[in-house]
Nanobody, 125 residues
Framework: QLQLVESGGGLVQPGGSLRLSCAAP????????IGWFRQAPVKEREGVSC????????YYADSVKGRFTISRDNAKNMLYLEMNSLKPEDTGVYFC??????????????????WGQGTQVTVSS
């Protein structure tokens, strides 16, 4: 099984920041569409932010636009998500995922075929 490993989650107060990291020891991330997804307690898993390999374009969910920044370090084969101005509604398990099929080119979880275990982000006072 090809692995992705997330880290950087934790408990922060509203308005705080976190930086999530995703390591991919068996993927070259630059070859694929990659992204961050989250699942809140009472919601479906949703796409937070993705990078599409064809042109490097990025996608951000409307709810995080202007607050989150996705980036990759090709030399280190790492993916990051910088999260600023965090809100309680950002709480959830955050997953790093890869789409190796490249058939749909969307930031939707159903089309991503390799997933990490997730890292918990809790935003609370």
């Amino acid at each position: 099984q090809l692995q992705l490993v997330e880290s950087g989650g934790g408990l922060v107060q509203p308005g705080g920041s976190l930086r999530l990291s995703c390591a991919a020891p068996e993927f070259t991330l630059d070859y694929y569409d990659i992204g961050w997804f989250r699942q809140a307690p009472v919601k479906e898993r949703e796409g937070v932010s993705c990078i599409f390999n064809s042109d490097g374009r990025t996608y951000y969910a409307d709810s995080v636009k202007g607050r989150f920044t996705i980036s990759r370090d090709n030399a280190k084969n790492m993916l990051y998500l910088e999260m600023n101005s965090l809100k309680p509604e950002d709480t959830g398990v955050y997953f790093c995922a890869v789409d190796t099929l490249l058939l749909f080119r969307l930031c939707e979880p159903g089309y991503y075929d390799h997933w990490g275990q997730g890292t918990q982000v809790t935003v609370s006072s």
